[in-house]
């Protein structure tokens, strides 16, 4: 047997570990995207392109420290939603600014005159003196980009003036734009002259923190208006509530009434862990992918995860449906992308698994998943409260933060004589889901050592490994 140097076989183990970071991460996440390194928040610029099969994923970034500092954009790409090749830097500050939370387009007629074609993000920049919109540009599908010499291109009039989300109304773009505590609706012929159009949100839905990260997605026979807020959330801190209503051209007009009482406010998710979501751009066959960042402002930057911080929530479609109230309201789904790691089904949870639970409807369900030290989460099915809870308030390290600990729960919404529901798991997160979609409820979780143990009341689980 050969002997090798000792110093050649410690290189070669830190080599083996800097590859691996899941094997010396407790809480890096098998499935879900993470930055390689340091600090990431809201998912941006999304976008897929038919010409590679590539899902782009941008995302707010610091690379400096696994904390939020001088922001530029990261770019992942994936060609299946859960695999992210991890493409570096594509936007970094300049002296205009930071580089804040945004969105991609594809300009396929050149109206900006970047080519056909071009990639164009539109983004914030962000400075002491104030917030504004800029461009910056790709002519090879979003791998690189070219900031526009003419940035930027709105100026902010007020304070928080950010998050621009383009898409293509008609005959010109439509930008939708977080100001405060409103949204604000521009149009443009060209990416680069943008007109007010108008505004919506004074009267309306939770106002305990600034606005952020707006889209308008038509949805079936409405549109849909997603509004990030921070703080001001149902159970603390930051959460994304949104509004039904119709568009016409010029102005976003809510079904909801105004001034209505804020416990009617829909959130897009009843956990902690879901924020700033964004839909991609171009999705296949019309389909409304989302992606959300899954964390919390509360507690995002105190949380042991170590030299990385935040995970995005796995990709899910969203449509819409009525619930028991005669309200539409957004229906939540893993997308089938995400069922395609669903592997064969196994005895006992692990650290990433999928479980599939059936409640009777005749009894209360409860289901505790747990571990060798006692460590757990509770999740409950109230068959006549009609309401599913989750009690993250045993479930492992909390000592990071006081606003952590704590129960979230949701309205089932719709009556069924049974119910299904899906958990995603994995190292630091449970994403709960109506097996029909009307309830989402997305939180992290740090346990100590991986729940090994499920119990469950008034119900059965069925519990698959995961395929990667
Ligand atoms: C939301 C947000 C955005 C902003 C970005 C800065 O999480 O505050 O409004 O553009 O993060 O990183």
């Not at 010109?172 to 990416?191: K, V």
């Amino acid at each position: 047997m050969k002997h090798f140097p000792l110093c050649l076989l410690l290189g070669a183990l830190a080599l083996l570990a800097s590859c691996t970071p899941s094997a010396t991460e407790p809480y890096r996440s098998l499935y879900h995207h993470t930055p390689t390194q340091n600090w990431m928040n809201d998912p941006n610029g999304m976008f897929f392109d038919e010409q590679t099969g590539l899902w782009h994923l941008y995302y707010q970034h610091n690379p400096e420290a696994p904390v939020w500092g001088p922001m530029h954009w990261g770019h992942a790409t994936s060609k299946d939603l859960i695999h992210w090749d991890h493409r570096g830097i594509v936007l970094a500050p300049d002296s205009l600014g930071t580089i804040f939370s945004g969105s991609v387009v594809i300009d396929r007629d050149n109206t900006a005159g970047f080519g056909p074609n071009a990639v164009v993000a539109v983004y914030t920049q962000s400075e002491y003196i104030g917030q504004n919109q800029s461009l910056a540009y790709s002519l090879d599908g979003g791998m690189t980009f070219t900031k526009y010499e003419g940035n930027p291109v709105l100026m902010g009039d007020i304070a928080d003036f950010r998050d621009p989300k383009v898409t293509r109304d008609g005959d010109h773009w439509l930008m939708t734009l977080a100001c405060q505590q409103e949204i604000r609706f521009y149009a443009s012929p060209d990416l680069k002259d943008w007109t007010y159009l108008s505004s919506f949100g004074e009267g309306y839905g939770a106002h305990g923190g600034v606005w952020e990260c707006p889209e308008l997605i038509h949805m079936g026979e409405r549109w849909v208006l997603l509004v990030s807020i921070n703080p001001g959330g149902p159970f603390g801190g930051s959460a994304t509530q949104y509004f039904i209503g119709d568009w016409d051209g010029r102005e976003f007009k809510c079904d909801d009434v105004r001034n209505a009482p804020t416990t009617n406010t829909k959130w897009l998710d009843y956990g902690r862990d879901n924020y700033s979501t964004f839909t991609f751009h171009n999705a296949p066959d019309n389909r409304i992918v989302s992606l959300g960042w899954m964390s919390n402002w509360q507690y995002a930057q105190q949380v042991p995860t170590g030299s990385f911080r935040s995970q995005n929530t796995i990709a899910r479609d969203l449509s819409l449906y009525i619930d028991d109230a005669g309200d539409y309201r957004i229906c939540v789904q893993p997308s089938p992308e995400t069922w395609a790691i669903r592997g064969k089904t196994v005895s006992r949870p692990t650290e990433a698994c999928i479980i599939c639970l059936t409640f009777s409807g005749n009894e209360t369900g409860v289901v505790t998943l747990s571990n060798n030290l006692g460590e757990k989460v509770t999740m409950t099915l109230d068959v006549h409260r009609q309401t599913f809870s989750m009690d993250r308030t045993a479930a492992g390290d909390d000592s990071f933060s006081a606003d952590f600990p704590g129960v979230t729960t949701t309205s089932l919404f719709v009556h069924r004589p049974s119910y299904t529901v899906y958990l995603f798991l994995d190292r630091c997160s449970i994403e709960a889901f109506d097996g029909d979609g009307a309830w989402a409820m997305t939180n992290l979780v740090f346990p100590t050592t991986p729940y090994n143990r499920i119990k469950v009341v008034g119900g059965e689980a069925t519990i698959y490994e995961i395929n990667r």
